[in-house]
């Protein structure tokens, strides 16, 4: 779990849905090593020292990138509903 504090802290089972989602997996836990195989990251669970940044930065900026592109279709497609 991360620990950035959300502003509306409800909002958490969503957002690890959405990452869930996005990653292609059903558990939000497992998104981050499910990117990594998809990318050919050796990521493990546990220690991860002997990652360069780039490859660190190519799992976390898949996700979040993923993230803000759905919420963006589901902005959109709301406003198109109204």
Do not use: F
């Not at 195989?37 to 546990?46: N, S, V």
């Not at 780039?54 to 976390?60: F, L, R, S, T, Y």
């Amino acid at each position: 779990m991360s620990k950035r504090k959300l502003l509306v802290p409800e909002s958490r089972r969503a957002l690890d849905q959405l990452k869930a989602s996005v990653s292609g997996t059903h558990d939000p836990k497992e998104a981050k090593y499910e990117v990594a195989r998809e990318q050919g990251i050796p990521l493990q669970r546990g220690y991860n020292g002997k990652l360069t940044s780039e490859q660190a930065g190519k799992v976390g900026g898949a996700i979040g990138g993923n993230m803000v592109k759905e919420l963006v279709r589901m902005a959109q497609e709301n406003l198109t509903k109204q």
